[in-house]
């Protein structure tokens, strides 16, 4: 699977996992400490919508918050993605410039993880196929020490040597996929 089509379901997983929070649930915690079910989606809709749609394109993000319809903004994010030259040469996650293809990497990530935090908090199972959880594996491993050197990221949680391909990038995440 090319790359813009796993941004692609990752971002239709992401916008089928709130579409199904109910009102009531927007105050809620989730797995992330400092964000409830509402302020999570406006993160989604922010960076890994808004900011990463800038990225493919070049173009720098200052992170101030960004209002827009979720599927509407996770579409055109995964379809910039699939434009010419959005993979090569260097682009921006915020305000740092780094190789295009590590800020794709790590904006599927965003998807991917803060998507399952979501239908964790919501009670929902999210869909990720096994390429994709594959592909989420292969940059948070990448990129998970200097994450937990920034505080992106948190301890990595010890799972099962059957857990699954999903399961094992949560736990590289700092997620635990099997809470008790």
């Known amino acids: 699977m090319e790359f813009h ?10 916008v089928t996992v709130v579409e199904g929070v109910k009102p009531d649930s927007l105050g809620d915690p989730t797995p992330c400490d400092d964000w409830n079910v509402g302020a999570l989606i406006e993160h989604l809709v922010t960076w890994a919508g808004h900011g990463s749609e800038l990225a493919a394109r ?5 992170g101030t918050p960004y209002q827009a319809d979720v599927a509407e903004q996770l ?8 434009e010419t030259g959005a993979l090569e040469g260097t682009s921006y996650m915020a ?9 794709a ?3 599927l990530t965003e998807l991917v993880v803060h998507g399952w935090d979501l239908a964790r908090a919501t009670g929902q ?4 196929s096994e ?21 992106i990221l948190g301890p990595e949680v010890t799972v099962p040597a059957s857990a699954s391909t999903l399961d094992r990038a949560l736990a590289m995440s ?3 996929p099997y809470p008790s």
């Open 75 to 82: 579409e055109r994010t995964a379809a910039a993605w699939g």
């Open 105 to 107: 990497k790590l904006y």
């Open 58 to 62: 070049k173009e720098p993000f200052d």
């Open 125 to 128: 199972e999210p869909v990720v």
């Open 5 to 14: 089509e796993l941004m692609r379901e990752a971002a239709q997983g992401a």
């Open 95 to 103: 305000m740092a410039e780094m190789p295009s293809l590590v800020v």
């Open 131 to 151: 390429e994709l959880a594959a592909a989420t594996l292969e940059a948070v491993t990448m990129t998970a020490e200097q994450g937990r050197a920034y505080g």
């Open 174 to 176: 700092g997620r635990d």
